[in-house]
């Protein structure tokens, strides 16, 4: 069964990059691995999605190292809006299938 | 194009009763998923459902059961209730299983 942790929280100035790293064991080869941000009262938006090495896209970029032990969220220059909780999403496909959230980054961004 | 929808916004229930909650995908999504997601926690996965069959299911009871109509949408119930099942339920809705999520704005459940 896939196990995921994050940082309980972050702090970081308006204009510097921020890295979020997740911690997941046992999971295997294909599964995915998705980042999301959270507002109070709102569901989760996607950020970006990924299964090995880097990806980017336009607002993230998203590390996977080989052994997929672990993977980092990369925000560049954020902003007082970027202030959010941020989950690690993995699929775990051993047994029933499920998908396993972290247990969440509050991130909080200062003027 | 419409977002993930959820019914109703709020809602409130007494102990043992039972309550159905209401998901309408993006337009051409065929993957509907469910979350409970108690206050100052991550979300807990508790179904998913592709071309109405349930493809995952979390570790949930099972007061807690599922289903996917014709055209995608989908309905979670929960029988007995219990004080815990106090929570923001979240509803996500995806092409397919490996593809990203789309969340709705959820319905926050209180039990009494």
């Known amino acids: 069964l896939a196990k995921t942790t994050q940082p309980i929280s972050m702090d970081s100035y308006e204009g510097q990059e921020v890295n979020i790293t997740c911690s997941h064991n046992n999971i295997a080869t294909n599964d995915y691995i998705t980042w999301y941000q959270q507002f109070p009262s709102q569901g989760p938006r996607f950020i970006i999605q990924g299964y090995k090495t880097k990806v980017t896209n336009e607002v993230a970029s998203l590390f996977i190292p080989a052994d997929r032990k672990s993977s980092t969220l990369s925000l560049p220059r954020v902003s007082l809006s970027d202030t959010a909780v941020y989950y690690c999403?993995?699929?775990?496909?051993?047994?029933?299938?499920?998908?396993?959230f972290g247990t969440g980054t509050r991130l909080k961004v200062l003027a | 194009d419409a977002g993930v929808t959820q019914s109703p916004t709020h809602l409130i229930k007494t102990r043992g009763q039972q309550v159905t909650l209401r998901c309408s995908p993006i337009s051409g999504h065929k993957s509907v998923s469910w979350y409970q997601q108690v206050l100052g926690q991550g979300p807990q996965f508790i179904f998913q459902?592709?071309?109405?069959?349930?493809?995952g299911r979390g570790n949930f009871p099972d007061r807690f059961s599922a289903r996917q109509f014709p055209n995608y949408s989908s309905e979670l119930n929960v029988n007995a209730l219990l004080l815990g099942d106090s929570a923001l339920y979240l509803c996500a809705s995806s092409v397919d299983r490996a593809y990203e999520q789309y969340f709705g704005p959820g319905t926050r459940l209180t039990v009494t």
């Open positions: 999403l993995v699929e775990d496909t051993s047994g029933t299938y499920k998908y396993i």
């Open positions: 459902y592709y071309e109405k069959e349930e493809r």
